[in-house]
Nanobody
């Protein structure tokens, strides 16, 4: 069982930066693939970024070059550094964990963290 707790969301102006953190419980964190998803009002939840146990990183086209995912296995934490934020990045951001590949069908989810980008 894995419990995920996100933090670091907030309100920022367009062009600004935020860093989200996702702290995970459990002693097998290093073996999990971790990812970030987001859901804007009235829209479906979508993939943002993922990092696997080999530190391979994956990004959606909409955030590539602006967002960076990383993990610290010693702290059981995954991060999402978000730079050059745009109003269209406004959403609730969710952390997810999976044994193989994170997806919308992953079993472990955090409670979400609101990110609001003002124009």
């Amino acid at each position: 069982q894995v419990q995920l707790v996100e933090s670091g969301g907030g309100l920022v102006q367009a062009g600004g930066s935020l860093r989200l953190s996702c702290a995970a419980s459990g002693r097998t964190f290093s073996s999990y693939a971790m990812g970030w998803f987001r859901q804007a009002p009235g829209k479906e939840r979508e993939f943002v970024a993922a990092i696997n146990w080999s530190y391979n990183e994956f990004y959606s086209d909409s955030v590539k070059g602006r967002f960076t995912i990383s993990r610290d296995n010693a702290k059981n934490t995954v991060y999402l550094q978000m730079n050059s934020l745009k109003p269209e990045d406004t959403a609730v951001y969710y952390c997810a964990a999976d044994h193989k590949v994170v997806s919308l069908r992953s079993y472990f989810w955090g409670q979400g963290s609101q990110v609001t980008v003002s124009s």
